[in-house]
């Protein structure tokens, strides 16, 4: 079969082909060949036909390029007879498959054979042929195909038994023809080859193995008694010839190894056919989930950073993604748009039943919406239940899926213009009514990873895990569409939102700071923190209590100046942490403290410089500030001991205070100096103190002193 060139090797690959190509084809209703030109060596080959399928008809020509301009000419809907046999096969609405099978053999003709059903030449086939795709008369798309086939050499008498009796291999060698490896077929070069005929010899009769692998065994040795004649004999002969059989050459068991191998098939370049998927009996992690009509269970995931609807659900793995979506006009299909007998499906449970999907339904909008682009001169559009997120939850034992519980959230979406509507989707396994969540290393935290907080439990005095939050503004950026994201170790951050307040607000500066307060207090909900990235719920030990620095409100500032202070506009959470140990090379931290405060600030009105009980408009709002911020401190580690009284006030001898270090004056000779080991510093040393002492004995000076001395 030919090895085309432009196909995939693997399904997905494949599969992504088709759909990215129908994708481009179906919205410009055209078709289109993909590819639209090939290079083939093989007698089958097949290619895409995508678009607006329906009554389009395919002819098959052969062409052939001009020669002054080397151009093909343009496409045409007259058939006309090749050796082609053209098929087709519908791969869905807006794609169909289009095969190519030679209809000719490939044998090799022989010397009086004329049968035009085999080939004259070795180079079979050389043509260009197109195929046509046409409406009527209209071509709309045409594939271009160079065809460059090579006759093939056949045995002359097959067989399906692919066993070979061979001789004992001890005894004598492998035949007469090593190179002889296919049993009867012809091998290419081996010119010894009993299986090849005249015709075939012919293709490479002048590049035939050589030596005792291509069957040219060499003649017998001089020293063989039976090659010597009495008139060309030596003078050693007959005392010094051999006696020896034939068959015991030096080339006896040169290709023997000792052991046989069973033929295997070979590679095979036939497209693999995409199957439906297999129910499993049982579910482990990672495999799909299955509907009961032998489907894919689907939800919108993300796949290679772009949102994909018919994404398969895998077992035992959550995911929770958010999917921003360009629109202009109301949606009428999933899955921003869906029906309830849509997501009631049936879906097996791996264990030989089938269970059915819980929906249930609320009204939320607020954490979705984006400002997109908005023209003035459209009309305004209302879309009704908008399906904003779908959360699903599967509860499983062992290796089945005992229930599936759905919650679709809804909400009415104003369109002027464009809008960017922000949709989540989220699917976790729940075993009995916990989830397994993960920690944030071991043992210590990593970089990056969610600080871990907890409540505890005051009934069964185990530590509930939650998290720290800060503000994650979107679109607009006012705190009602606002969502949170959580403190992740080691990165600092600030980030905020907008608060509208209109004169009424301004008025109850009581009510306004508890609003504001219980806007960031809803920020950190906790009163522990993890110690380390991997805290056990039942143990004290691994949690550090959270300081909360408690807020002074000043409430002198009233409602009278239309100026309200002492609003905890800003919430700022300190983290100390501290290195404590290596794994693998890898820092250990340890979370030491950790400290929640609060900034005050002043909110008034901008009325433009005038009084603010004098502004009419009560209902027109200004808006306002919340932030929240994260700092991580590191905890130097100081291994020294602490220093004395002396060491911090006497500074005489401390060489990092004075140019001149009296301690360092034999440097070489203290534990300090590591350009050497200490041995050899103080053996060399002690030669130089050796050598000093000689030089003085033996010097001028010391002979001076024992000549007075004589004297005396």
């Not at 077992?315 to 360009?326: I, S, Y």
């Not at 005050?600 to 911020?629: H, K, R």
Request: hydrophobic share 35%; net charge neutral; glycine share 8%.
């Amino acid at each position: 079969m030919a090895n085309v060139g432009f196909l995939p090797a693997s399904i997905l690959g494949r599969a992504s082909f088709i759909l990215f190509f129908i994708w481009l084809a179906r919205p410009q209703n055209i078709v289109v060949f993909q590819p639209s030109f090939l290079i083939t060596n093989g007698p089958k080959l097949s290619s895409f036909l995508l678009g607006n399928t329906s009554g389009v008809s395919l002819n098959l020509r052969r062409v052939s390029a001009s020669n002054t301009t080397g151009t093909i000419g343009s496409s045409s809907c007259v058939a006309e007879a090749t050796r082609w046999a053209l098929k087709t096969e519908q791969m869905g609405k807006s794609a169909v498959q289009v095969h190519l099978t030679l209809s000719q053999s490939l044998r090799l003709c022989g010397e009086n054979e004329t049968n035009a059903d085999c080939c004259l030449k070795p180079l079979c086939v050389l043509e260009t042929f197109q195929v046509s795709a046409c409406v009527g008369s209209t071509p709309l798309a045409s594939l271009l195909i160079q065809a460059t086939i090579n006759a093939r050499l056949f045995p002359a008498n097959a067989s399906s038994d692919n066993k070979t009796v061979f001789p004992n291999q001890v005894y004598q060698p492998l035949g007469i023809c090593p190179c002889d490896l296919t049993s009867r077929t012809c091998d290419a070069r081996c010119c010894c080859d009993q299986d090849c005929s005249n015709e075939e010899l012919k293709l490479f009769a002048s590049h035939c193995l050589l030596g005792p692998y291509g069957g040219q065994v060499s003649p017998a040795p001089d020293y063989q008694c039976s090659m010597q004649s009495a008139e060309n004999s030596p003078d050693w002969f007959p005392f010094l010839c051999v006696t020896s059989p034939l068959e015991n050459n030096p080339y006896l068991g040169l290709f023997y190894q000792g052991d046989t191998i069973a033929p295997r098939p070979g590679p095979s370049f036939r497209m693999p056919l995409l199957s439906a998927p297999v129910p499993p009996r049982i579910y482990i992690q990672g495999s799909p989930v299955v509907t009961s009509d032998d489907k894919y269970f689907t939800i919108p995931q993300m796949v290679l950073g772009r949102c994909i609807n018919g994404a398969p659900v895998a077992f035992l793995q959550n995911f929770k993604v958010e999917c921003v979506t360009l629109i202009r006009s109301c949606p009428t299909g999933p899955p921003i748009k869906t029906q309830q007998k849509d997501l009631i499906t049936e879906v097996l449970n791996g264990q030989g039943g089938i269970i059915m999907v819980n929906l249930t339904d609320e009204a939320d909008k607020s954490l979705f919406l984006s400002r997109g682009q908005v023209d003035i001169t459209s009309e305004t559009l209302v879309c009704e239940n908008v399906t904003l997120a779908l959360d699903y939850k599967f509860y499983w034992k062992g290796n089945g899926i005992t229930s599936i519980s759905l919650t679709r959230t809804v909400g009415t979406i104003v369109l002027n213009g464009s809008l960017a509507l922000t949709t989540r989707y989220s699917a976790v396994f729940l075993n009995g009514e916990s989830v397994a969540e993960p920690n944030s290393g071991n043992p210590g935290y990593q970089v990056r990873r969610p600080v871990i907080a907890g409540i505890l439990d005051n009934n069964t005095e185990l530590m509930q895990r939650t998290l720290m939050n800060i503000w994650k503004p979107v679109g607009d950026g006012l705190c009602s569409s606002a969502s949170v994201k959580p403190v992740v170790f080691g990165e600092n951050s600030t980030s905020g939102c907008l608060l509208p307040i209109r004169q009424r607000n301004i008025t109850q500066c009581d009510l306004l700071r508890e609003t504001v307060a219980d806007l960031q207090a809803g920020l950190t909900t906790a009163t522990y923190v993890a110690q380390r990235g991997n805290p056990d719920l039942t143990s004290m030990t691994d949690w550090v209590n959270i300081s909360f620095v408690t807020r002074n409100v000043n409430t002198s500032t009233g409602a009278a100046a239309g100026v309200c202070g002492d609003i905890p506009s800003h919430q700022h959470i300190r983290v100390w942490s501290l290195t404590t140990s290596l794994v693998d090379g890898i820092p250990q931290r340890e979370i030491q403290a950790l400290e929640v405060s609060y900034s005050m600030s002043t909110w008034a009105l901008d009325c433009g410089g005038g009084d603010v009980s004098l502004y009419e408009n009560l209902e027109e709002s200004q808006l306002f500030p919340i932030t929240s911020s994260v700092t991580f401190v590191d905890i130097p580690i100081n291994t020294g001991p602490p220093k004395t009284r002396f060491q911090i006030n006497f500074t005489e001898y401390d060489c990092n205070r004075n140019d001149v270090c009296w301690p360092e004056l034999a440097f070489p000779f203290t534990r300090y100096y590591t350009g050497e080991p200490y041995s050899q510093s103080l053996a060399k040393g002690m030669i130089l103190v050796f050598m000093f002492l000689a030089a003085a004995i033996l010097g001028t000076p010391w002979r001076q002193i024992r000549q007075a001395w004589h004297n005396a």
